[in-house]
């Protein structure tokens, strides 16, 4: 009896992240090729590739929006972002906050990307940051078949 209980657990588990798994894969496809999308639209053809690959794709977001952002961080947005990256991959076990730096840039650049895209930027950026970034691959997918507004 107690076999067929924890075989029914550990089937459960495999169910649930193998679905997990599933709806991880789309998500990024979807996210890649929405990032893809509006790379070309910004001109940046020569770098749409890296819409493709994990880290430099958020990478990839921040150069799109490297002459928008603040003056005083103009140019400098991609090299902030990783050594964001890197410090929080090597120090988020001695500085936890670490951690959430990444995103946080990953949600700026993001939001000077709807601003081009949407008339509610604010709001886009207020549901990426509630589901932690989740929205971000539908998000950027919609965006990536729209044509800007500006």
């Known amino acids: 009896m107690e076999d067929s209980v924890v075989f029914a657990m550990f089937a459960g588990f495999m169910i649930f992240f193998f679905i997990l798994g599933i ?24 770098k749409a590739w890296l819409a493709w690959v994990p880290i430099a794709n958020m990478l990839l977001l921040t150069m799109l929006v490297e002459n928008d952002v603040h003056e005083s961080i103009r140019g400098k947005l991609t090299l902030i972002t990783g050594i964001a990256l ?3 991959i090597l120090l988020a076990w001695l500085i936890p906050p670490l951690y959430f730096l990444p995103v946080i840039f990953a949600l700026y650049a993001f939001y000077f990307v709807a601003k081009r895209f949407s008339k509610n ?10 589901t932690g970034g989740l929205s971000l691959c539908i998000q950027l997918f919609m965006f990536g078949r729209r044509e800007p507004i500006q």
């Open 86 to 88: 890197v410090s929080s």
């Open 121 to 130: 930027e604010v709001a886009h950026v207020v549901i990426a940051a509630i």
């Open 23 to 46: 709806i991880s894969i789309i998500g990024y496809i979807l996210m890649a090729i929405g990032l893809f999308n509006i790379a070309k639209k910004f001109g940046m053809k020569d």
